[in-house]
């Protein structure tokens, strides 16, 4: 029985994913360069990625670069590129639907603590989620499952009575090792990625009904006993 929902940030409440690739892409046609999404793919979702872009431009450019002054003109265009963005669809929806289902609603991100929290109180959204974890939270982000288990625990509720929603193949990959149900929708990067094991892909949380899907998964448990 499910009895939560664990919301990723990055990607799935807020589209800061599509952002920062555009960043990352115009930096390096800047140079001459292209990145490939495969490559990207390792970063999405993860703070602890072993791809670095900064040192993979530099080895096609054949020079070092002045990393730290391309990180902040980056940096700028990333925040001024996410101020166009709004809510993705769906999202107020579905945590509406947990709050009248009685569940428990968490947030689990490999980002830092203030910058979930800035967005979420732009939005009005903070209020609906009784537990972060974020990266100051474990000493491995995701695909590491301590994001999910330590959210779950908060929560009070075991790892398989959750179900995380997320956007990214990091991001499934540890809600799957921890032991929860996942519900994917991906953004307009992470379309183009390989998910692994997943209960239910989405083109738009706005097509997720909670309780048709809980009580699917209820009846489908039965059935297999």
């Known amino acids: ?68 002054d391309l990180h902040r003109k980056r940096k700028q265009r990333h925040l001024a590129y996410i101020e166009e963005e709004e809510v ?32 979420l109180n732009r939005f009005h959204l903070r209020e609906y989620f009784t537990c972060i974890r974020t990266r100051e939270d474990v000493k491995r982000t995701k695909p590491d499952p301590a994001l999910y288990l330590q959210a779950a625990e908060c929560l009070g ?17 540890a809600a799957k090792r921890a032991g929860l149900k996942c519900i994917v929708v991906p953004n307009s990067v992470t379309q183009h990625f390989s998910f692994g094991e997943i209960d239910l892909r ?8 909670l309780q048709t899907w809980s009580e699917g998964l209820a009846e489908k448990s039965q059935g297999e006993v």
């Not at 989405?202 to 009904?209: K, N, P, V």
């Open 88 to 119: 993705l669809p769906g999202v107020v929806e579905v945590l509406e639907q947990a709050r009248q289902l009685g569940w428990g609603i968490g947030l689990a991100s490999s980002s830092d603590r203030q910058w979930v929290e800035e967005y």
């Open 1 to 68: 029985m499910i009895r939560a929902v664990i919301f990723d940030f990055d990607g799935l409440i807020l589209d800061t994913e599509s952002a920062e690739f555009r960043t990352f892409v115009e930096m390096y046609r800047s140079y001459g360069a292209e990145l490939p999404v495969e490559s990207w793919a390792r970063v999405v979702g993860s703070s602890d990625s072993d791809f670095d872009p900064y040192a993979y431009l530099e080895s096609c450019v054949g020079q070092k670069l002045n990393r730290e």
């Open 202 to 209: 989405l083109d738009s949380l706005a097509e997720l009904d």
């Open 157 to 173: 509720v075991d790892p398989a009575e959750a179900v995380a929603l997320e956007d990214s193949p990091n991001g499934a990959v």
